[in-house]
């Protein structure tokens, strides 16, 4: 193949998913013809809603690089299920013989779960949730439609349809991390997909691939289903996330950033320039490109548009560090290159947002900052204390 995986995800980072897909359009349709001959003319994919706001299929619709049509037309995507986009007579005209459902949409779901329909890519949209009800089991907390006359569950689906795909990409936040359905206070076992598949002892054929943010980007999605379908799984990093897009701080990368060096502090969200750090922005602690890449076709991001990062993509969101929303994360003096005496002294001077931490730093250590080895300490760290599914 001509394609350089490495080559391919560092382009795709900076051209965006259209870019790529037309750079590439050979080589990708290349292995979509390989993948199709071997699956009988088909690729298989499947886009399971599980707990979630649908977000991140919003997202998808609001992509512009390219936008879903374009998708379609240059990645040559093929969802044959994806709940919330389809009408409850969508009919693929292969029901297989034999399989009952309340909905005909979901027979090439059924099929695929429990029949020999094949699946080459799994997208999961939203947590899956172990726990039970009062008085009812695991899983049933979301129930997806009915198999042979009995109720099937999110979870028993996203078990088969995980152990039986190519890949697995977790689209989104809920589905990456737990996102809002696990958050504090979490009653019906939302947790990640990696999470799940780990607890219920099944494996994939290859890593979990995490996109996280609430919602995912439309690029970010594009790009990786792009690179499994080329046949390979991007570079992840250790929260499964293809390093591609969360390598750098959104905060390294900010129009705000000189503002923040030189400790001009935003009081107020209309401020055009100021930094919004004392305001609570959670750039400086979450993996992102969304200051590359940027939001709405280019336009823009949270930062540059206002209001401030809220710390979207960082596994523990919407739980500390990211929140509380309004106030600057509760960071550690050696997270900013300071002693503990030097992190005291510099609050009692009027905090050390006023000063400037990367120019605190830079005087104190005669280094500059990166922060990233720190930071990723903190997002596994911020990962391994996220809520334990509640026992039922
Ligand atoms: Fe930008 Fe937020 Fe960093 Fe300020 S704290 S420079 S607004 S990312």
Redesign the pocket.
Known sequence: MATNRRDFLKLATYLGAATVATYYSNDIRRVFSQTAQQNGGKIHIIWLQLASDTGCTISMLQGSNPNLIGAVQELSLSADYWQTLMTQDYDLGWVTAGYTTEDKSQVPLMNAAFGNAPVDVLVVEGSPQLGAPKGGSEGDFCRIGQYNGTDVTGLDLMLKLSAKASYVIAIGQCSSFGGIPSANGNLTGATSVTSALSKKGVTTMHPVINLAGCPAHPDWTLITLASVLQGFTPDLDEQGRPKAFFSS???EN????G??DRGQL?TTFDDPVG???NLG????ITLSSC?QTKWDGGVSFC?QGGP??WGCMHPSFPDAPSSPFFRPAAISPEFLGLTADNFAEILLVGGV?ALGVHAARHVLTGKEETGEEENVTADASAQQQKKEVPAN
């Open positions: 701080y959104i905060h900010c129009p705000r950033r503002a923040y935003a930094c919004y750090w922005c959670k750039g400086p200051a930062t401030m990062c947002a």
